[in-house]
């Protein structure tokens, strides 16, 4: 059964005006498609790190710091189950070791769940609240250690606000300088709670492509994405359907409706545990070229927490303060939109925007998106500024 909607009255700040066609970076699609690389995800994801379910349990829902459990279970490759040697809490970062104490194992696979409390092994007295990136290592006797999981878990409750936008996102550097991904790019939907990825990249310099859907609570997921492989042409006529193979997994980490820190994962050649990991800067950019205030002119809708009201405002006039920071006005000049740059793998990205109506701050937007605006207001309440199609 579809949602149901209260009906909403609308009334315009400023006349419509029609709005001349931007120019488009065809280019750039082309390039980032086109671009031949060699395929750097063809081995499928670690049989270990799929099964396996890595999960915190808060200790209190009233305090939600207070040092969580983390529980660990799945299916081990052998009947040799690990245990635990030790942890370690960086910051966000929590790595766990574990250990075969046998040297021999039957190659049956067995069931196993570890509970510890990294914090506690720490000896902290809580866990921040926030997203930590969770690693698994199988420590071994003479000192190595292998990568065998990798996750992205909360402390506290889902945080709801970043909706990602629908559309294609790219791969730019990371702040530590890890370089983009060329030819590679997402297309990323989410309707309701469920999120679909589609991955675009290459394998051994020939295209290849994966897909993967997961149901999406908070910021967080992390998506199992198939190969799909021997499926028919276009104008070939009736085919067969396509083969679909185990392939990569993706841990990602929206920041905004189009910024996202995400960590790709495949299983390492020639190892029966071991995990490659892949940092990864995803933006979704817009096609217009010039100015990036030019990506915010247009029709937009401003929404009041639950009121059945809103208000179009045509922001159509743009203005640059300096080399970062951008402002959009309505043709009276009397709504402005105040946006301030950052600079994301080499893109300027809006990252904080001011709406106001002369000397009125009408909402203060933390979650910046090409066609989604989300903050509130001076009252706490929270106000959307939504695009209308262009």
């Not at 203005?319 to 080499?346: K, M």
Request: aromatic letters at 8%; a negative charge; glycine letters at 8%.
């Amino acid at each position: 059964m579809g949602a149901h909607y209260p009906k909403m009255m609308t009334h315009r700040t400023t006349d419509k005006h029609p709005r001349k066609p931007l120019l488009r970076r065809f280019a750039l699609l082309a390039g980032l498609f086109l671009a031949t690389t060699q395929g750097a995800f063809a081995s499928p994801a670690s049989p270990v790190d799929r099964d396996l379910d890595v999960r915190l349990v808060a200790a209190s829902e009233v305090a939600p710091q207070w040092p969580p459990d983390l529980v660990i279970e799945g299916m081990w490759p052998d009947a040799c189950g690990p245990s635990l040697l030790r942890t370690r809490v960086v910051d966000h970062d929590i790595d766990i070791y574990l250990h075969n104490e046998k040297s021999s194992c039957a190659e049956v696979e067995t069931a196993f769940q570890l509970k510890l409390n990294p914090a506690r092994e720490a000896r902290l007295s809580q866990l921040l609240l926030g997203i930590y990136r969770v690693r698994l290592f199988l420590a071994h006797d003479k000192g190595s250690n292998e990568l065998i999981a990798f996750r992205l878990l909360r402390s506290g409750g889902d945080d709801r606000r970043p909706r990602p936008e629908s559309g294609f996102w790219w791969s730019v550097p990371t702040a530590n300088n890890v370089p983009a991904l060329p030819g590679n790019g997402l297309s990323i939907e989410q309707q309701g709670d469920i999120l679909a990825v589609t991955w675009l990249s290459y394998e051994s310099g020939a295209p290849a492509w994966y897909f993967g859907s997961q149901t999406m609570s908070g910021k967080i997921a992390r998506i199992a994405l198939s190969r799909m492989a021997g499926g028919g042409e276009a104008f070939a006529g009736p085919n067969a359907a396509p083969t679909i193979e185990p392939g990569l997994a993706l841990n990602i980490e929206f920041l905004t409706p189009a910024h996202a820190n995400a960590w790709l994962v495949r299983g390492q050649s020639g190892s029966i545990r071991a995990i490659e990991v892949q940092d990864l800067n995803l933006v979704r950019l817009p096609f217009a070229e010039g100015h990036p205030g030019k990506d915010w002119q247009g029709e937009w809708v401003l929404i009041v927490g639950n009121s059945t009201q809103a208000r179009i405002i045509n922001l159509v006039t743009l203005a640059t303060a300096d080399a970062e920071t951008f402002r959009v006005s309505d043709r009276l000049g009397s709504i402005n939109l105040q946006c301030r740059l950052d600079d994301v793998g080499g893109h300027p990205i809006a990252s904080f925007c001011s709406l106001t109506d002369g000397a009125s701050v009408l909402a203060d937007f933390d979650q910046v998106g090409l066609d989604r605006l989300a903050g509130q207001n001076a009252d706490g309440t929270l106000v959307t500024l939504v695009r209308l199609p262009r």
